[in-house]
């Protein structure tokens, strides 16, 4: 039973537009939400995170969206690079942000095209 | 650069062997944990260490062990490997508290045949 579902395999992008990367989750205590963005032979790195009682976090191009009613967050990235293509995973924590035992997706590959 | 290294970074072994994955926290970091991704899956909790001790444990059998040592590195264990455990370990080193980034390593690929 996956409790953090991201149903897009994948996503393709111009340069210069907007990707919206999209998540759902099931389990209401989640309290705590991560994206990380993933290249090949790398690990997974942070990219943005925002608490259960925010709706918005946002850092330069990067802007995380948290609906709890509908249990579903989105990462917007405006605008879009070619180095933004990568494998980006969500993360849910049920902990406060400790970040110790993270609940994945099972991520988006988005291709930004010049 | 995350400071988090894994050593090997891949690894073929033989059904019903044993094997040893390591990983160096990055410095200052207390709290180690590793994850399983599949191919085509997300990273899957298999358990944390902090201050050497078991700290959360995931859905995975107790043939999956580990240690933390008092440097802060790390030992995943895996007994009596079968081919679903072919897999991307990482581990992630974090300081425990609240909205503490973890920072992962590059993973080490685990092949069994």
């Known amino acids: 039973d996956q409790q953090v579902k991201q149903n897009s395999p994948s996503l393709s992008v111009q340069e210069g537009r907007i990707s919206i990367l999209n998540c759902d989750y099931t389990?209401?205590?989640?309290?705590?939400f991560l994206w990380y963005k993933k290249y090949p032979a790398e690990g997974p790195t942070f990219l943005i995170s925002i608490s259960s009682i925010k709706d918005k976090n946002e850092d330069g191009r990067f802007t995380v969206f948290l609906n709890k009613s509908a249990k579903h967050l989105s990462l917007h990235i405006v605008p879009s690079q070619p180095g933004d293509s990568a494998v980006y995973f969500c993360?849910?924590?049920?902990?406060?942000?400790?970040?110790?035992?993270?609940?994945f997706g099972k991520g988006t590959k988005l291709s930004v095209k010049p | 650069e995350t400071g988090v290294t894994q050593s090997p970074t891949h690894l073929i072994k033989t059904r019903g062997q044993q094997v040893t994955l390591r990983c160096s926290s990055q410095?200052?970091?207390?709290?180690v944990s590793w994850y399983q991704q599949a191919l085509g899956q997300g990273p899957q909790f298999i358990f944390q260490y902090y201050r050497e001790e078991e700290n959360g444990r995931g859905n995975f059998p107790p043939r999956f062990s580990g240690l933390q040592f008092p440097n802060y590195s790390s030992e995943l264990n895996v007994n009596a490997l079968e081919l679903d455990d072919s897999a991307l370990y990482l581990c992630a080193s974090s300081l425990v508290g609240i909205n503490t980034e973890a920072f992962f390593g590059q993973g080490t690929r685990l092949t069994v045949v």
């Open positions: 993360a849910a924590d049920l902990y406060g942000g400790s970040q110790g035992n993270l609940i």
């Open positions: 410095s200052g970091h207390n709290t």
């Open positions: 389990n209401s205590m989640f309290d705590y």
